[in-house]
């Protein structure tokens, strides 16, 4: 008597289970059809760029320089410099030395770089003077 009692319980469950199952799938299956029920669950609308006024040129927005091509300046103050907003040769040759030391403190960095020629190095590559630029770099000890 005691296997009846086994089996009983073993149609229960498996009766319980498929009925669980089928649940769940009619549930998922009216989620996905019905689209989105409330304003709440509304898919965003499509992104259209706003249009140029006609006759005016779109703003430029100059080009980031390789600041490493600088003796002194390796990557990572490439980087301190980039996300301080100074991103081209003629950027870096207008900043005041006093202003570049405040970005490395301020962006902790952890070796002792000295920034007194990098505005005269930069004025010479933002102006293409590339031959010039590489004479004064071979004169440089350590970017000094």
Do not use: C
Request: a negative charge.
């Amino acid at each position: 008597m005691d296997w009846y009692l086994l089996v009983v319980i073993f149609v229960l469950l498996f009766f319980a289970g498929a009925v669980y199952w089928w649940w769940t799938q009619s549930r998922i299956a009216r989620s996905t059809s019905s689209g989105p029920r409330s304003a709440a669950e509304q898919p965003p609308p499509p992104y259209v760029p706003e249009p140029q006024p006609l006759g005016l040129p779109a703003p430029e927005v100059p080009e980031a320089d390789d600041l490493a091509a600088i003796e002194g300046i390796g990557p990572r103050i490439h980087d301190v410099l980039h996300e301080a907003g100074i991103k081209t040769f003629a950027q870096l040759a207008e900043t005041d030395v006093e202003r570049i030391r405040e970005i490395l403190t301020s962006a902790e960095f952890p070796f002792a770089a000295n920034p007194e020629t990098w505005p005269a190095q930069a004025r010479l590559a933002a102006q293409s003077r590339w031959q010039e630029l590489k004479e004064l770099q071979e004169s440089l000890k350590s970017g000094v």
